[in-house]
């Protein structure tokens, strides 16, 4: 019987949570995480089952006190690594992506929306409509090449 009242108020209440925002539900979670935390810990300690807890906390502090004066000791070595880490990583990000030019021949307009050169303002249009269907960034497709194949068309039409 106990159970059967236990799910009826656990599912009322699951349906009144669903309504609530997000931010609230963030709220409500921490509390019962901490409070989770807390009944486990009332309950090892009403046991005596609590001894490996405080085992566990002793050794940690004692590993990190024998391991701290290393540690003070290589952190202007970190720091310097830290550094040059972050210099590396900036400037492979600028080689693997090269500054874009806004600036495009006409010739190459033409090319990258596979037109020949005497094509028409409306032929220009229908192929970039035609392009940016099939490599629009929304279904999959490159910003990189949504952003050419816009160039490419402003190009066009702007001269």
Not at 91 to 109: C, G, I, Y
């Amino acid at each position: 019987m106990f159970q059967l009242i236990f799910f009826i108020v656990a599912f009322f209440v699951v349906q009144s949570l669903l309504k609530k925002p997000p931010d609230i539900l963030k709220k409500y979670s921490r509390i019962l995480v901490i409070s989770l935390i807390g009944m486990l810990l009332t309950y090892l300690i009403a046991t005596g089952r609590l001894n490996w807890f405080f085992a566990f906390v002793m050794m940690t502090v004692t590993f990190l006190s024998r391991l701290l004066p290393t540690l003070l000791r290589f952190l202007p070595h970190w720091l310097q690594f830290k550094t040059i880490w972050q210099e590396w990583k900036n400037a492979n990000s600028k080689r693997e992506n090269p500054p874009h030019s806004n600036e495009m021949s006409r010739a190459e307009a033409f090319e990258i929306l596979g037109l020949s050169l005497n094509s028409t303002e409306a032929e220009i249009i229908i192929a970039h409509r035609k392009l940016m269907q099939k490599v629009h960034p929304d279904r999959g497709g490159s910003n990189y090449l949504a952003a050419k194949i816009n160039l490419a068309k402003d190009t066009l039409l702007s001269s």
